[in-house]
Nanobody, 118 residues
C-alpha cells in the first residue's frame, strides 16, 4: 500500500519561507508523477505544483517564481520550497502521487497546515 506523509508546515510571516516534505512508503516514488495541492477554507482544492519522474516541473501561475518542487528518489521524498510567502498562500497543503499504471489512481497525504500572517 502506498502511504504519503507531509511535514514542514507551520506559521510564518509574509515574505518568509517554508519547505514542505512528502515521504512516500510502500513503493519507490521514482516512477510516479508527484504533485502538491492546497485547499484554503471555503475554497476548492487547487494544484500548486507537479514534478514528473524526470523532474520536469509545472507550477500554478500564482506561485511561479516563488515555489520550487524537487524530488530525492533515494530518500523517497518530494519537497516544496516556498519562498516569498503571502497571506493568500495560507491553506492545507497535500502531497499527491498520480499513478497511471496499471490503473489511473491518486494517493493523498494527510495534509500539513501552512499559515502566513501579514
Amino acid at each position: 500500500q502506498v502511504l504519503l506523509v507531509e511535514s514542514g508546515g507551520g506559521l510564518v510571516q509574509a515574505h518568509g519561507s517554508l519547505r514542505l516534505s512528502c515521504t512516500v512508503s510502500g513503493r519507490s516514488l521514482s516512477t510516479f508523477v508527484m504533485a502538491w495541492y492546497r485547499q484554503a477554507p471555503g475554497k476548492q482544492r487547487e494544484l500548486v505544483a507537479s514534478i514528473s519522474s524526470g523532474s520536469t516541473t509545472n507550477y500554478a501561475d500564482s506561485v511561479k517564481g516563488r515555489f520550487t518542487a524537487s524530488r530525492d528518489n533515494a530518500k523517497n521524498t518530494v519537497y516544496l520550497q516556498m519562498n516569498s510567502l503571502k497571506p493568500e498562500d495560507t491553506a492545507v497543503y497535500y502531497c499527491n502521487v498520480h499513478v497511471t499504471w496499471p490503473r489511473v489512481y491518486d494517493y493523498w497525504g494527510q495534509g500539513t497546515q501552512v499559515t502566513v500572517s501579514s
